[in-house]
């Protein structure tokens, strides 16, 4: 015992501690007095995807008696680059009537020694953090602490796939919070808890709201989102706006028709104009939950659709991503983006706690390669599980997903499966970045690419 404590000390550096918990603590502070501002009622009828909140791998027990804790222990061959290791893994998960929890953490040695990253610095040990989720049924209330990778706010304007895993070895622990109440709803979230990290708010109102098409449904919102490490090029912080107007425009049966427009600025950069419509269903027969949208971008030059999405944390402002082998950048920084305009198909399909499908591609038009594509499909049964995860962006037109991957790609599968009992098969394929070149002005991330193959018992209590 005394010897971990040595261990997890020396991986703490004294001198910057204090003020890394102090920012944990007083975020942590935060998100409880957020909790008693709002009247809350039950959000089943939301419609708005905003991170993991309907994620059907991370959802509470509807039921006390259905309640789980889960112990997987595994071992077996890790790949990381060109060089193989052993691997020992441990995974907790408990499911709870108000609350989720993972951690899962890995071991690696092997001729080449141990994987450095895993162990070189304090915040290795938050990292251990899958998810620690707080949402008791039908109270409005969700609170999420772990790492992002699908976080969005309203129509995703400008979040939309948000993620902090984008860098494996460097992900960070962030947290989501959503209040959600008959006339207003407040959604909130940091990409890391302990440090000076990218940070949102939006507020929607829904002054007329009683349930029914038509202007009673009026929903304004607005959102502001910063990056507190980055500046624009005048040296003001790296900030951005945007503003949603939405409502019903009509209901047949339990199926909605919500046109809706947004409009979004970086200021000291360009703006952009959304407008589209959503059909959606937020329960069908009690099965499934159903989203289609069709929308249209207009954008100035200076302005990405999106821009805090799946590769922010790699390609956001003073971050790029290099081209395969070669110390220069394969993404379009802000400043070469050019005026055009796209078109923006999304549909989702969530069978409750069992299947998801959800598909997005934005096809834009011009001269340049900045057409994107995303794809979240996941299964769970007793016997098997299966998460397949893949953002790309680089693209041009809908063929051009049959091409080459390209360096601005990001995906990862997941596959477990009972063989006997307690012993489980798992798969773990992972591509992720790492950093490739630094400088005093930009940090380039080149893709690294991961497979941990394990076999181990599974139990559940």
């Excluded at 108000?98 to 938050?126: I, N």
């Excluded at 937020?282 to 207009?298: P, T």
């Excluded at 992972?430 to 080149?446: C, I, N």
């Amino acid at each position: 015992m005394r010897h971990c404590s040595a261990r997890i000390t020396h991986l703490i550096p004294l001198h910057h501690s204090h003020d890394a918990w102090s920012l944990i603590v007083g975020r942590v502070w935060l998100c409880i007095a957020l909790l008693s501002t709002l009247q809350l009622v039950d959000d089943a009828q939301a419609q708005d995807v905003f991170g993991s909140l309907d994620d059907p791998s991370e959802q509470t027990r509807s039921a006390r008696w259905d309640a789980f804790t889960e112990f997987t222990g595994a071992t077996g061959f890790s790949l990381i680059g060109p060089q193989w290791r052993g691997v020992g893994r441990f995974d907790v998960t408990s499911r709870g009537s108000h609350h989720a929890f993972r951690m899962e953490s890995s071991f690696r040695s092997g001729v080449y020694g141990t994987h450095d990253p895993e162990s070189d610095e304090w915040r290795d040990v938050l990292r251990t953090l899958d998810h620690l989720r707080y949402q008791p049924l039908g109270k409005g209330r969700y609170v999420r602490l772990g790492t992002l990778n699908r976080t969005r706010f309203g129509s995703g304007h400008l979040v939309n796939f948000f993620s902090t895993e984008a860098s494996w070895d460097d992900r960070s622990v962030g947290a989501e919070v959503r209040l959600h109440g008959q006339h207003q709803t407040l959604e909130a979230f940091t990409s890391d808890i302990t440090r000076r990290a990218t940070t949102g708010a939006r507020l929607a109102l829904s002054p007329f709201y009683h349930g029914r098409p038509g202007i009673t449904s009026l929903q304004v919102a607005a959102a502001v989102i910063q990056d507190e490490r980055a500046r624009t090029d005048t040296g003001n912080p790296f900030k951005a706006f945007e503003g949603e107007v939405r409502m019903t425009a009509y209901r047949n049966g339990s199926f909605d028709f919500v046109p809706f427009a947004s409009v979004a600025w970086l200021p000291d950069y360009g703006q952009g104009l959304l407008v589209g419509a959503n059909l959606e269903n937020a329960n069908f027969i009690d099965l499934a939950r159903l989203h289609l949208s069709l929308a249209l971008h207009y954008n100035s030059s200076d302005f990405r659709p999106a821009l805090f999405g799946a590769f922010y944390e790699v390609s956001g402002p003073g971050r790029g991503i290099a081209a395969d082998g070669k110390d220069v950048r394969a993404d379009l920084p802000l400043r070469e983006i050019k005026r055009g305009n796209s078109i923006l198909f999304e549909s989702r399909i969530l069978f409750f706690e069992r299947l998801e499908f959800w598909y997005a591609f934005q096809r834009y038009h011009g001269t340049q390669r900045l057409s994107e594509y995303h794809l979240r499909l996941q299964f769970h049964a007793r016997d098997v599980r299966i998460s397949i995860a893949q953002d790309r962006r680089g693209l041009k037109g809908f063929t051009s997903l049959f091409g080459d991957l390209g360096p601005e790609n990001r995906m990862r599968f997941q596959f477990d499966l009972r063989l006997l009992r307690q012993v489980w098969v798992l798969m773990d394929a992972h591509y992720t970045y790492r950093v490739a070149a630094s400088t005093s002005g930009q940090t380039l991330y080149s893709i690294q690419r991961r497979f941990d193959p394990v076999i181990g018992l599974r139990a559940r209590f």
